[in-house]
């Protein structure tokens, strides 16, 4: 999934990938909550902060490369 340096756990920052139908930026900060089926899968529970709010999704996927909408990424570096 990730290299060592990489591992989703509680209280990292990530970006969530909007839905098509979401207008706005392309993804969405988020806090991670929860891993979910060990740290390798990529799984986890996402506080989201979205312009009107802040929102929970839970057992939302990795995907780093494709950003399907609905995942999540680890932000880009600048």
């Known amino acids: 999934m990730t ?3 990489e591992r989703p ?3 990292r920052m990530v970006h969530l990938q909007v ?3 979401e207008v706005g ?3 969405h900060a988020a806090i991670i909550t929860m891993t979910r089926d060990g740290l390798a899968s990529g799984w986890v529970d996402l506080t ?3 312009p009107d709010g802040v929102t929970h999704r839970g057992h939302v996927r990795y995907d780093q490369f494709e950003r399907t ?3 999540w990424h ?3 570096r600048v």
Do not use: I, K, L, N
Request: some cysteine; aromatic content about 14%.
């Open 25 to 27: 930026a392309p993804c």
């Open 74 to 76: 680890w932000p880009e």
């Open 48 to 50: 989201v902060f979205r």
């Open 69 to 71: 909408p609905g995942t």
């Open 19 to 21: 839905e098509d139908w």
């Open 3 to 5: 290299d060592a340096r």
């Open 9 to 11: 756990s509680v209280g």
